[in-house]
Structures are given as structure tokens and as C-alpha cells.
């Protein structure tokens, strides 16, 4: 049967989150079924203030003073993301740089600490950064890649990769949760097949922080980066994260030396020698401006607590597949992620052969989603702020505009930005 609107409802009424989506602009009167949290999260009501204390108070009247308590600004957010959200222990979490900058410094870092190893493992379906960089170090090093190949809908295979692990793999890099199927890795699992064969692990937590339990610090995880305007509603370029194992971390030195990495910095001095902690994997002058978004948004998320927002999602995608099931499915279209709400993160993805034209006519209609190659509606009811009837809803729109076929009236050729 599939579920009724008052159902919907009912799941609503019972959400112990209910109440964190009056902290978001426009969650409760724009009308949108905001499906796209996973891409860019919506913006906390507190977010324009705290900038603009940063701004008009911390900058405009504090002026370079304001450094003194600007300094630490990127290992004092990183212990919010890390103890808040991530699991890891204190010292262990690191905000600096892009996601793609990030990958890049654990990855070489990696790389170093197991000399003599020649091969880098990624997934052959793993989000288009991530391969680019790991071939971008395998081709500085000389060093071989071996893609691993994923279903595109289920994601990896455990096996697959455990048969691409020998004693020349020096790092592996994956998502825990895959950014178009939503498919989620055990990363314990995959932790200690690693480090059996003798490699390192670096994590895309991305589509994972704020969206699934991470318990970095359980799990045994080496190293992690991830973004923090998806799920932690950072907003558009906020700065990355970035986790070493504390007992990993004297051992690693990465490649960038700048000075903010660097032992009493102050002084000048005449070559690099990197602080002990997590700071070593600093570079430059923190975003003081964007960290400060940040650190409300992972406010909220810590609030809110990674095992309910988790239940949530799981129990949010949960419903949209029964939707899609009952009212898409006889229309063509075809679950693309995991059906096992255990198995994959607080996205669902949906195949139908003319998905773009769907995408803008949803986005029309007000539901926005997004569009991932080759086939794809991507739906992600982020659980912070998303309501059980928005999904309903959503679905609702969705089985219209199949039915009236409006989709057709939308251009097959794609925009810049999907
Ligand atoms: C979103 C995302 C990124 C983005 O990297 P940037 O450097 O912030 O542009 C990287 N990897 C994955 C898996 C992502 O989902």
C-alpha cells in the first residue's frame, strides 16, 4: 500500500527533530521541497549574524588584534566536526583548504609514510575529484592507479576490493557514502583489510558527515576529509575537514609546508618543522569569515545528534522508495541506490532515461533535486530540516509530471551547473 499524506504527517508528528527546521531561512515559507540538502544545505537562521559579528565587530573594530583569538580558529571548529559529528577524539580534526585540496596533502602524506609501495587504489565510480587527484599523485610519483570497479547503483563490493590489495598498495581512497548512488561502505570493514595489507585509507566522509553514524575513532579510520556545505550547512566554498589518527600524526608530513603548519610560528624561522598535532596539516591564513558559518552549522548537527539525524534519513529515504516504488516505478523509472535502508547514506537516487528533463521540470515546480550523469534524479531529503510530508509531496509532483508527460517541454540539452 503506499503510504497516505496523513501517514507522512503522523511521521512528522512523531520527529524529534521536528523542531530544527524553523532554524533554517526559508524551510518553513518558501514553499520548496528542498531535496538537494547533499549538494549545498540550507542556510541556518543564525548564520547572517554570526558572519556579521565576525565582520563588523571582530574585524571591522578589532582589526589585526582580532588574531589572537582568530589563530586556532581551524583546530577549534575541526574539534566541533570531529567530537560532534565525526566521531573522532579531540586534536584529531583539522578545518582547512577545499575537500580537494585536503585529499591531495593526506594523500601525498600517505604515500610517503609507505615507501616502496607503487599502486593507489580508488573507485572506478568515485566522485570525478577524487579520481583526478589520486591520478594527478600517481603520475607526479610514477606510481600505478588500479580503479576499482563499483556497481553504479549498489556501490562496492567489499571482495572487489579486498582483491585489489596486495603488498604494493601503498593508499586506498574512498567514499563512505558514493555521492550518486548513496551507497555506504563499511569503513571499519574496509579500515582493516587496508591496514592487513599494509596500506593506508583515506575516507570521503562528503556525502557521509551529517548524513550517518561515523565513529571514526571505533571504526580504527586512519584518515578522512570531507566538505562542510552539504550535510553541515556550512554554505557555497565553506572549507573542508581534514582527520588524522592521533597516533599516526608525527609519522605524516604533508606536502604543502606552509607556515601556518609550522612550530612557533612567530618566530620566523629559517626552516620548516611542523607542530607535533593536527595543525601540521595546515597551511596558510584559515577563512576566519567562512569557519564562522561553519561552526553554526556544525553547532546544529551536533545538537540534533548524528544517531537521530541518521535514523531520520534512513527512515526519510525509506518512504521515498515506497513512493517511488508505488507511483514512479510503472512509469520507467528504477531505484538506483541500495533498496536495504542499512545500506546506503540520506540520499536516494531514481534512473529514468530522460532524467534531466524531469530534473528541470521538477525544479519548476518547486522541488529541487539534482541531475547526476548518465541517467539520474538525485533526491536528497537532508533530515536536518526535511519534513516526511516534503517527501510525500515531492513524489506527489514527480508522479504528475509523468503522468501529463510536461517533462517533454524541457530541453535534453543540459546547463553548465547540474
Ligand atoms: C562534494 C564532494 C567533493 C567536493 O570537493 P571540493 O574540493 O569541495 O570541490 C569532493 N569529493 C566528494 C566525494 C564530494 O561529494
Redesign the pocket.
Known sequence: MDPTRAAAQALDDADPLAGFRARFTGAGDDGLRYLDGNSLGRMPRETPAALARVAEQEWGRGLVGSWASWIDVGTRVGDLVGTGVLGARPGEVLLAD????DLYKLLVAAADARPGRDALVCCAD??P??RYVVAGVAAARGMTVREVPADVDEGLDPAVLAGALDGRVAVVVL?AVA?RSGALVDVAAVTAAAREAGALVVW?L??AAGAVELDLAAAGADLAVG?TY?YLNGGPGAP?FLYVRRELQEELRQPIWGWFGQRDQFAMGPAYDPVPGIGRFAVGTPPVLAAAAVEVGVRLVAEAGIGRLAAKGRALTALLVDLADAWLAPHGVALASPRDPARRGAHVTLAHPHAWQLTQALVDRGVVPDFRTPDRVRLGPAPLYTRFVDVWDALDVFRGVLEDRSWEGYPEERSRVT
Open positions: 577545499s575537500t580537494s585540496v568515485d566522485f575529484t577524487d567514499s555521492y570521503d562528503s556525502h566538505c552539504k573542508a
